[in-house]
């Protein structure tokens, strides 16, 4: 998913999100601030040339508020502000609704939503993942929180534990799934239809692999 400059919208059939207060919104701001200036950093001189103190320059943020809120260069790419949007449009799913039909139907919305508003930062991370080898580690690393915070969700509903085995096999295929089609479309040039690749990824979850 992306970040976006303003609060993050609720996908289709999500329950509307709270507003923030004045605090949040402010430190939303800070860190869409900070990644907007990352990307257009990186996209003027590249991504090992871009150091922390020329981010927080053109963030106009000092070093420091940077390391705040990102642990290092690479979270700054990769991390954005869609998991609450993802989290609420997956509890919002029918309780005796297949898993996978749920965690599908989440995905595509999160995704369309995500293409809509940051197309172009969807494709320069995109880019990145596939040519810095440390943004694809981190991006394996970083997936684990929102394993757990879809773990939750079907658990809540399951009347399971979230440290449930077979609960967490399942969100952990679903993120792999789209992490290799993330991959697979930026080392194909970014051509074809990402929506379709995903729900084509589901299809081979739900039907098995045909040879």
């Known amino acids: 998913m992306a970040a976006t400059s303003h609060t993050p919208a609720t996908a289709p059939g999500a329950q509307p999100q709270p507003p923030l207060g004045l605090r949040e919104r402010k ?3 800070t860190r869409v601030a900070i990644r907007k200036a990352t990307y257009r950093l990186i996209a003027e001189q590249g991504y090992d040339a871009t150091t922390i103190e020329q981010i927080a320059e053109a963030a106009e943020v000092s070093p420091s508020t ?8 690479e979270d700054i790419v990769l991390t954005d502000e ?3 949007v993802m989290e609420a449009s997956l509890r919002s799913r029918p309780a005796d609704e297949p ?18 508003m940051e197309s172009e930062e969807l494709r320069q991370r ?11 580690a981190r991006m394996t690393e970083t997936m684990s929180d929102t394993a757990k915070l879809l773990s939750k ?14 609960i967490r096999v ?13 991959l697979y479309w930026g080392e194909q040039g970014q051509t074809g239809d990402l929506v379709a690749m995903i729900n084509e990824a589901m299809d081979t979850l739900e039907g098995g692999l045909l040879l």
């Open 27 to 29: 430190k939303l701001r």
């Open 66 to 73: 940077v390391f705040r809120y990102f642990a290092t260069k």
């Open 82 to 84: 869609y998991d609450p």
């Open 99 to 116: 898993p996978l039909l749920s965690v599908r139907v989440m995905m595509i919305e999160s995704l369309s939503s995500f293409i809509d």
């Open 126 to 136: 995109t880019r990145l993942m596939v040519e810095v080898p440390a943004i694809r």
């Open 153 to 166: 969700v079907l658990a809540d509903r399951s009347g399971r534990s979230a440290d449930d085995l077979q």
């Open 170 to 182: 399942f969100i952990a295929a679903v993120l792999g799934a789209l992490r290799e089609v993330t």
